[in-house]
Every structure is written in structure tokens, then in C-alpha cells.
């Protein structure tokens, strides 16, 4: 025992001087620049192996499912969203892989995840059946879940320029998405067939940012000064910390935060509005589907809607940020709710009764920007706001943990329809399937949730919005 204390001592005191060496070291005067450079092109990767595979829905099942299998669209479309299922338990793997970069820096973790991404795009374009496919599609779906180019960003910026220049990189990410359009339009020149070759360019560039990022990206100096003072810090009173720390999470949990949700108001009709809100999902992943099979678009079209898609999600993105600033939480929610009710309902007749592909592909990019602007304020900061701290980081998995089982069940519904609805009604079902949410979602907002925004996190109970007690 006493050894492996040696040991211990010995290897952190190597790794303390280390640190302090890095933290120490002078950086080039254009340093932050080619970083954010950098950071913007791991960003629209990053991005790229989020959508991609979205974007080319309809070419893949007609690839894998009905030419290779001989299955109906339609079938072969829920037979893939049932494969899709498969890739979930890889996701619990997040519990014991995030929190690596606590202990072993920011860096390699952004080397590593900007690697995985960029191979899990070219196991894609090498695939010739859907089993490979399903390992590249795992493997980018496991590591843009990380997003180490936002930590770092939010850690290499002071606390004026922080918000700004988060936002600026996401939108350069957002318009970067631009290249899926140009890269069909010329590497795969709307040949349905050769949709494989579009996946390679992201995935060169994924590979090179790697490298870059290995080359030229230094250690965030937040996670320096913060692992240099554990390190400096006594065995002992780490232990103590520990210690103190575990009983202050005794008293959270999920089951805990569950139980406190449903008994105070404001949680409980957070978690009702995310129910509706979540089951509109389905329209986030399936324009490519209704594209080419209910609107029959050509491919032609199909890339001249991609070019206005970025646009559309970019600016409505923007406006989310700048209407939750303004006015709050509440307004955020309901209004970017009802801008996405509207954009997807204009996808679906501009797809439909043919008016252009422009007006097509920026409605759809409208909604997106909309529907994640309100799901990003609802999930990652309402339910924050209305929570103990002692309850907090507890309450927001049950967030989490919605989206996954309603974003499921959504898909379970869909995967039942698919087989036995003509192709040319696809869009009206996830037309069907995403309006009763979103309208739910903003009926229950409206109501009964109340703001949050100017509210001090260190003192907010969880109870403020519960009805008094009748005497």
C-alpha cells in the first residue's frame, strides 16, 4: 500500500512539473487566431458527421435495404431506424469516456475525437453493406456527442468575448455545412449511387485537423491551473473532499430528482412540455425521405435546397440566441416553437406542390435552427434554472433522458406506419407526428411554466412556482 502511494507521489510530481512547464510557456501573439481557425474547421466536422448521414437518408436505404435487400422503401426505412436502436448502449459508454478529460487534459481528447470523427466518415464512404456503415455512422454519432471544440472555445475566451465568439464559430460551423451541396453537385454530380464519395473530402478534413490540433493546439490554461492545484493538494485532503463531495451528491440522484420533479410544479410541467416537445423530433431526421420520395425531388434539387439548408438553420439559430437575451426563457421556448411549426409546415407544401427547392431547403434549415434553439433553451437551461443545486446536474439527465425515450417512441410509431403508408404520404405523416407536439409543447409553456431567466442559481429552491397551500 504504502508503495503504491510512492508511486502515486513520484508519478504526480513528474506530471505537476510538466504542467507548470506548460502553463508557463509563452504563446505566439497570433496563437488564439490560428487556434479558433483551427477550432472552427474540428467545428464544421464536427457538424458535417452530425447531418450527413440525415442528408443522405434516402440514398442509403436505397442502397442497403432496397437494392441489396429487395425490400419496399418503406420497410427498408423502418428496418433502418430499428438497426439504429442497436447503436444506443455504445452511448452509456459516455459516463466512463467524458470525464477522462478532467484527468488527462482538453487536448487529447479533441485530437482523439476529431480522429474517430474523421475515420467514422471514411468507414462510411469505404461501406459496401450496412454493417460497416453502422460502425462508421456509431463512431461519428459516439464522438460528436463531445463536443471538446466548444470546451475549448468557452476555456480559451475570457467571460465578455465567451458568448460571442461561441457563437460566431458555431455559425462559421453551421454555413461550413455548405460543402455537402457543393461536394454533391461536383464529386458525386446528383448520381444517387455515388453518394458514398461525399463522405471521404469530411473525412480528409477530419484527419488533418487532427493533426493540426496534435501540431499546433496547446493545453487550455483553465484545465492547467485547475489540475496543477489538485496536484499540489495533499493525498489526504483530497480524500476528505471526496469524501464531503459524495455526501453532497447522496442527496441527489435520479430517482431523487424524479421524485422532486413531479411534486413541485414548475419541473413537473417542464417535464410534460418536453414530452410533447420531443415527439415533434422525428422531423429533424427525415427530410431527406420526404425530399426524394413524397416530393420527389431530383437530385438536382435535392442539392439546390442543401445550398439554402446552412443558411436557414444559421440565421434562425441566431435569432434564437438573440430572442433569449431579450426576453427570456419562456418567450424563447414558445416562439422558436411556433418558427418551427411554421418552417416545417412551409417544407412540406413548397416540397409538395413543387414551388422551388431554394424555399424548400431554407425552411427545413429554419426549422432545424428553430426546433434545437427551443430544445437547447428547454433542456440545457430552463431545467437548470428551476432546480436546487443540490438537485441540478440529477434533474438535467431527466431531460436527457426524455428526448431519448420520446425521440424512441416517435420512431417506434414511424417504423410501424412506414411499411404500410405510400411513399407519397410520408411527409404528410411526419407532418401529422411533428405538429401535435410542438402545438402541445407551446400550449403547456404558455400556461403553465413560468420564466426564469435573471434568477440567482444559489438560491433557487425548485418550489418558487408551486401554488400556496389552502389552509
Not at 423502418?78 to 447503436?87: K, T, Y
Not at 439554402?308 to 444559421?314: D, E, K, M
Request: proline share 3%; with cysteine; glycine share 8%.
Amino acid at each position: 500500500m504504502a508503495k503504491n502511494v510512492e508511486r502515486l507521489q513520484a508519478r504526480e510530481a513528474k506530471e505537476l512539473i510538466r504542467r507548470e512547464k506548460q502553463l508557463g510557456a509563452r504563446r505566439n501573439k497570433f496563437y488564439m487566431i490560428y487556434l479558433f481557425m483551427i477550432l472552427s474547421l474540428i467545428y464544421i466536422t464536427d457538424e458535417m458527421a452530425s447531418t450527413i448521414s440525415i442528408q443522405f437518408q434516402a440514398n442509403i436505404v436505397t442502397e442497403f435495404f432496397v437494392k441489396n435487400m429487395g425490400m419496399e422503401y418503406g420497410a427498408g426505412l423502418s428496418l433502418f431506424s430499428a438497426i439504429g436502436f442497436i447503436s444506443y448502449p455504445v452511448t452509456v459508454l459516455i459516463i466512463f469516456y467524458r470525464p477522462l478529460a478532467d484527468k488527462f487534459g482538453r487536448k487529447p481528447f479533441l485530437v482523439i475525437n476529431t480522429l474517430c470523427m474523421g475515420l467514422g466518415l471514411f468507414l462510411v464512404y469505404l461501406s459496401k453493406d450496412i454493417y460497416v456503415y453502422m460502425i462508421g455512422g456509431t463512431l461519428m454519432s459516439f464522438m460528436v456527442s463531445h463536443d471538446m471544440q466548444c470546451v475549448y472555445i468557452l476555456e480559451c475566451s475570457d467571460e465578455k468575448s465567451r458568448a460571442r465568439n461561441y457563437a460566431i464559430v458555431k455559425a462559421v460551423a453551421i454555413l461550413g455545412t455548405l460543402l455537402v451541396p457543393l461536394l454533391r453537385a461536383t464529386l458525386m454530380q446528383n448520381v444517387s449511387e455515388r453518394w458514398h464519395v461525399v463522405y471521404l473530402v469530411p473525412a480528409i478534413i477530419g484527419f488533418v485537423m487532427a493533426l493540426f490540433a496534435l501540431l499546433f493546439a496547446k493545453e487550455t490554461n483553465a484545465f492547467l491551473t485547475k489540475r496543477i492545484e489538485y496536484l499540489k493538494t495533499p493525498i489526504e485532503e483530497r480524500k476528505q473532499r471526496s469524501k464531503e463531495e459524495c455526501e453532497q451528491n447522496a442527496q441527489g440522484g435520479i430517482l431523487t430528482a424524479v421524485k422532486f420533479a413531479f411534486r413541485h410544479r414548475q419541473l413537473r410541467f417542464l417535464i410534460i412540455a418536453c414530452c410533447c416537445f420531443y415527439l415533434a423530433s422525428l422531423g429533424t431526421a427525415t427530410y431527406s425521405t420526404v425530399m426524394a420520395k413524397s416530393a420527389l425531388m431530383t437530385e438536382e434539387e435535392i442539392t439546390l435546397a442543401l445550398f439554402l439548408y446552412p443558411v436557414g438553420n444559421a440565421l434562425f439559430t441566431l435569432i434564437s440566441g438573440f430572442v433569449s437575451d431579450k426576453f427570456g426563457r419562456k418567450i424563447t421556448i414558445i416562439a422558436m416553437s411556433c418558427s418551427a411549426l411554421a418552417c416545417y409546415l412551409l417544407f412540406i407544401l413548397s416540397g409538395m406542390f413543387k414551388w422551388t427547392p431554394y424555399l424548400t431547403g431554407f425552411a427545413i434549415g429554419g426549422f432545424m435552427g428553430s426546433y434545437w434553439g427551443a430544445g437547447d433553451t428547454i433542456g440545457g437551461i430552463m431545467f437548470s434554472e428551476s432546480s436546487p443545486t443540490n438537485l441540478r446536474s440529477s434533474v438535467t439527465v431527466i431531460n436527457t433522458l426524455l428526448n431519448g425515450v420520446m425521440g424512441g417512441l416517435a420512431t417506434v410509431i414511424s417504423m410501424i406506419l412506414l411499411p404500410v403508408i405510400p411513399e407519397k404520404m410520408f411527409g404528410y405523416m411526419y407532418l401529422g407526428l411533428t405538429v401535435p407536439g410542438l402545438v402541445g409543447a407551446i400550449v403547456i409553456m404558455w400556461l403553465f411554466v413560468g420564466e426564469t431567466r435573471g434568477l440567482d442559481l444559489k438560491k433557487v429552491t425548485g418550489t418558487e412556482w408551486d401554488k400556496p397551500k389552502k389552509n
